[in-house]
């Protein structure tokens, strides 16, 4: 006999709040998968009686659900909640109003869907992946993790230089208002989805199908309605530079409310930072990893090939390139498409740069097919292995046009980083995509991948070397010495030419404008004998040669007159911008208003004009940016100081995010973490 069923409720907050969705509202249903909800049925007449009353529950996803594709679910009252497919168990007593659980099928697709009870009570949820859930694909066994990698609404993403990372703090901000409908519209602007909308809706049960999604639609190099545009030019003109973002969810909504129009303009952390967003949005475990000197293989021969002139510096003869460093996300899930053993972290670059399948896409790669070199396996493993391996090599480029090969030092795949789980440190984990140089494993992952380069190669010594060493301080505005030191460890005396230069460089590997450059033609080096020469770089050259990356690049050149051998050595340098000082005025607390007072000392030289502070973050800022401006040009020695009002809308520890900006001094970051009380 039917249910005659009134009415019903969702009891959204309840079962939000035991889903760990309830950030995201509490005026709709949204569950993960694999665990059960409770609704509540109001009877118009009768009782519910176990064993007489009976129910249909039917379960729809996409445009054309289908059981065959898993899009489709029929189901009646079972005597208890069965957790491997869609279930459903009356669980209070019997009477006119009917506690109903129901279950998800741990391996359902996500998404929107339609729950029909008895083809007449109609009601929708949406439906996430569920790393909590043990016969979920993505799920994670750790409670500590789970808070860092799915429900942390801010980070720390590292830029700068191998020698110098620099932490930026990011809100992810994936439970902000209209983030989740957001990125459940990118899985619906995808070409996949407008070609085939019910093979695509039954694809997304897999996180390695929906992450390869992600690293195609995050970027727009297809015309796909991508999110974001990619620029690696020195302006930004028709859009924002991306030093400017300090969250995804400007970018997200301003993408979902401008039909889909990618927002200008994205940079690799950018990229990756968004991807991140969205993964943790659906309930993919992730994070943003950051790869220092990465190298971008363009013929996959794992072989970076670099030129310099006789001056040392760089030619753009090849496409390859080394980049400072290159941001990419790990999405965390088993791996049921692969041999046993490659579960766990999977890297995936939603970045532009190569095509995948004839889309700008890549991975998801298992970490530990990088590190063992299993070239093979699914996706795009031979350019991320490249990027964290590929070897280098650098010609001295003769003006007669003649090559000569020259010793170096340079290495690729240098403090992989990201945030611990936790605590604000970076954590090092180079040690999950290599082995130890020189070690025999090492050796063995060479071998499997076929990296016959860095097999054959061995050690060269001329007997010359050259070191560069810095200050210990390099602040932007202040003029400063750099040394290369050059060292003759041979028996006789060597006659050299030295060549040390200096050039502004953007972070992709980009060289610009000379800083300072300096040729020495008579270097003579005794058995045994060292020389220390040092560079002088002015703030006035350097002020417009650099980008705003804040990047020089270092190369010392000694050429040996005698064996026409070369030794060269590179060093990028990271200046230093002022530090924010943050300061929160008042208790912190819940929806109280709040005022943070944030000062920076000009350190440059030069006025600064059009001065502003932006300030955001998770639950602090309403998901927007609060921007107060300076009125008055703030002269050298001077500070910069306003004080900015914000309200709290949660509890917990929260990160407000810090931007300054100006004409001479730009994007200076930083953050303060504030613990909000209830």
């Known amino acids: 006999m039917a249910l005659d069923i009134g009415s019903w409720d969702l009891a959204c907050e309840f079962n939000n709040t035991d889903h760990r969705t309830e950030l995201n509202g509490t005026d709709r249903l949204i569950v993960r998968r694999g665990q059960p909800f409770t609704i509540n049925l109001n009877l118009r007449s009768g009782s519910y009686e176990p064993g007489v009353n009976q129910l249909q529950i039917t379960a729809e996803t996409g445009p054309q659900p289908v059981e065959q594709y898993g899009t489709k679910a029929v189901f009646g009252l079972s005597d208890a909640i069965d957790d491997t497919r869609w279930s459903a168990a009356v669980t209070g007593p019997p009477g006119d109003m009917v506690s109903l659980s129901i279950c998800s099928a741990p391996d359902a697709p996500i998404g929107h869907y339609k729950l029909t009870l008895d083809s007449y009570a109609q009601f929708e949820l949406i439906l996430l992946f569920n790393p909590w859930c ?45 983030i989740l409908d957001a990125c459940l519209r990118i899985l619906d602007e995808n070409p996949k989805y407008k070609r085939n909308p019910g093979k695509d809706s039954s694809g997304r049960r897999n996180p390695i199908y929906v992450c390869r999604v992600l690293s195609a639609m995050v970027n727009s190099n297809d015309r796909d309605n991508g999110v974001l545009e990619g620029c690696w030019r020195d302006t930004f003109d028709g859009g924002i530079s991306p030093m400017a973002w300090r969250g995804s969810v400007e970018i997200l909504r301003t993408w979902n409310s401008t039909s889909c129009l990618p927002v200008r303009y994205g940079q690799c952390w950018v990229f990756a930072a968004v991807a991140c967003t969205v993964s943790r949005a659906l309930g993919i475990p992730c994070r943003v990893v950051t790869n220092y000197l990465s190298a971008h293989d363009t013929n996959a021969n ?57 889309v700008y896409c890549c991975g998801p790669v ?50 992989i980083s990201t945030k611990s789980v936790g605590s604000d440190e970076r954590e090092d984990i180079t040690h999950l995509y290599k082995y130890p140089e020189g070690s025999d494993e090492e050796r063995e992952a060479f ?4 990296h016959q380069n860095k097999l054959l190669k061995q050690p060269v010594n001329s007997g010359l070397h050259v070191n560069i060493k810095v200050s210990v301080e390099m602040r932007k505005g202040c003029d400063f010495d750099v040394f290369a030191v050059v060292t003759n460890t041979t028996s006789v005396e060597k006659k050299c030419r030295l060549v040390f230069a200096s050039r502004g460089m ?83 607390k819940v929806n109280r208003k709040l005022a943070a007072e944030l000062i920076v000392q000009n350190s440059l030289p030069d ?33 910069a100081k306003v004080k900015i009002y914000f309200t709290p809308t949660h509890s917990g520890l929260r990160k407000l995010l810090v931007d300054f900006n100006s004409n001479r001094l730009g994007h200076v970051k930083g953050f303060r973490n504030v613990i909000i009380g209830k």
């Open 607 to 639: 006025p600064l004009e059009a001065c502003c502070f932006s300030i955001e973050g998770a639950n602090l800022t309403a998901g927007k940016t609060i921007t107060e401006r300076i009125p008055n040009s703030v002269e050298p020695g001077q500070e």
């Open 366 to 415: 298992p970490v530990r097919a990088i590190k063992e070199g299993e070239l093979t396996f699914k996706y795009d493993t031979p350019f991320v292995f490249a990027e964290v391996n590929a070897d280098v090599e650098t010609f001295l480029k003769y003006k007669d046009g003649s090559t000569r090969k020259i010793t170096g030092t340079s290495q690729v795949g240098q403090k």
């Open 506 to 588: 953007s972070y992709d590997g980009s060289i610009g404008q000379e800083c300072g450059f300096k040729d020495l033609l008579n270097v003579v080096l005794p058995p045994g004998g060292e020389r220390k020469v040092s560079l002088r770089l002015n703030y006035s050259k350097y002020c417009n040669a650099i980008t705003q990356d804040n990047l020089i690049r270092l190369g010392a050149l000694l050429i040996d007159y005698s064996t026409r051998d070369a030794v060269l050595a590179m060093r990028t340098i990271v200046l230093e911008n002022p530090e924010i000082t943050i300061r929160i005025l008042g208790e912190p």
């Open 134 to 178: 043990p016969r979920d694909t993505v799920y994670m066994d750790s409670e500590e993790k789970l808070e860092e990698y799915v429900l942390a609404q801010d980070g720390i993403i590292y830029r700068g230089d191998a020698k110098y990372p620099i932490p930026s703090a990011w809100e992810f901000g994936q439970f902000e208002e209209g």
């Open 302 to 358: 794992l072989v970076i090939e670099r030129y310099v002139d006789e001056n040392g510096q760089l030619q753009n003869i090849s496409k390859d390139m080394i980049w400072n460093y290159h941001c990419w996300v790990e999405s965390w899930m088993a791996r049921t498409d692969l041999k046993a053993g490659f579960d766990g972290w999977q890297a995936s670059d939603p970045t532009p740069q190569e095509k995948s399948e004839e």
């Open 447 to 450: 071998k499997k991948a076929k």
